[in-house]
Each structure stands twice: as C-alpha cells, then as structure tokens.
C-alpha cells in the first residue's frame, strides 16, 4: 500500500509563492505517475500537474507558468512549487499516485481524477 501526506499550505497574499510538499511511503513503482489536484467545497477536483517517472509533466492552463511540479526521487517526495498566487488558487490541495500506471504518458489523462488510486489527506491553501 501506499501513504501520501501533504504539507505546506497555508495563508499567503496575492502575488506570494508557496512550495507544497507529498511525502509518499511504503510500496515503491518502478513506473509511476503522480499529480497535484485541488478542490473547492461544492466543486469537481481539478487536476493541476502531473509528472511521471520519465519526468514527464503537464499543467492546467490555469497554473502554466506559475507552478512547477517536481519530485525528489532520494526523499520520495513530490513538489509543488507556487507562485504569483491569486484568490483563484484557494483550495485545499491534493497529491495522487497512480498506482497502475505503465508508464504510457498522455497529457490528456494524467490529470484526470480517476486515474488515480491513491491520495492524501490534502492540505489547505488559502490566497488573499
């Protein structure tokens, strides 16, 4: 099985960064994929970026040229790196692992919500 856990929310002004982080534990993938998704209460949860083990990565237009999505493969954490925030971005913040993935990269699914098996608890992000 696999654990995820996110930190590094919080409040921020607008214009400000942040840097999210997803340590992951316990099962290891040769092939993976990962994601960063985020939610507003009452609405579907948005993919946001996405990379796989290839290095692969992709964005939501919404994001393109403000976050940046890595993962430090020694720590087994995922990153979100933020910046020129905006009340739009205020949401609680979800990492994913693809737990199937073959390693068959398309831009078009990594950031769907279904293609992930496991997540975190989520951590909060509020920009005013």
């Known amino acids: 099985d696999v654990q995820l856990v996110e930190s590094g929310g919080g409040s921020v002004q607008a214009g400000g960064s942040l840097r999210l982080s997803c340590a992951a534990s316990g099962r290891t993938y040769s092939k993976w994929c990962m994601a960063w998704f985020r939610q507003i209460p009452g609405k579907e949860r948005e993919g946001v970026a996405a990379i796989d083990s290839e290095q692969f990565t992709t964005y939501a237009d919404s994001v393109k040229g403000r976050f940046t999505i890595s993962k430090d493969n020694a720590k087994t954490t995922l990153y979100l790196q933020m910046s020129s925030l905006n009340p739009e971005d205020t949401a609680i913040y979800y990492c994913?692992?693809?737990?199937?993935?073959?390693?068959?990269?398309?831009?078009?699914?990594?950031?769907?919500?279904?293609?992930?098996?496991?997540w975190g608890q989520g951590t909060q992000v509020t920009v005013s």
């Open positions: 994913a692992l693809d737990g199937t993935y073959g390693g068959d990269w398309d831009a078009n699914l990594v950031l769907r919500r279904t293609e992930y098996n496991y």
